[in-house]
């Protein structure tokens, strides 16, 4: 068993930056990567970002390319989601997500393990 911890969101104005952070204890696994979704309220849960554990390989949704930057610190089993130049549109609850192989991931199936969420409203 994993948990997954989210932190960091808030309500910010467009054009600010936020820094997510997810803290994940429980289980060890030896390879393993790691994502970010995001649900808007009426619409379905979508990939952000994602990282591997070991070679920090990083894959992004077109929408926010540029804009987010996903991290990790192994020492502290966290990883990062650096979010700047914010838009009414990025306003969701952000996810962090677990998954047991050490390639990444845009489908939500191929998460087993999933935090509890972070609000994020950005404020026109």
């Known amino acids: 068993q994993v948990q997954l911890v989210e932190s960091g969101g808030g309500l910010v104005q467009v054009g600010d930056s936020l820094r997510l952070s997810c803290a994940a204890s429980?289980?060890?696994?030896?390879?393993?990567?790691m994502g970010w979704f995001r649900q808007a309220p009426g619409k379905e849960r979508e990939f952000v970002a994602a990282?591997?554990?070991?070679?920090?390989?990083?894959r992004y949704a077109d929408s926010v390319k540029g804009r987010f930057t996903i991290s990790k610190d192994n020492v502290k089993n966290t990883v990062y989601l650096q979010v700047n130049s914010l838009k009414p549109e990025d306003t969701a609850v952000y996810y962090c997500?677990?998954?047991?192989?050490?390639?990444?991931?845009?489908?939500?199936?191929?998460?087993?393990?999933w935090g509890q969420g972070t609000q994020v409203t950005v404020s026109s």
């Open positions: 997500a677990f998954r047991n192989s050490p390639w990444t991931s845009s489908e939500l199936k191929g998460y087993e393990y």
């Open positions: 429980g289980r060890t696994f030896i390879r393993y990567s």
């Open positions: 990282i591997t554990k070991s070679s920090g390989t990083t």
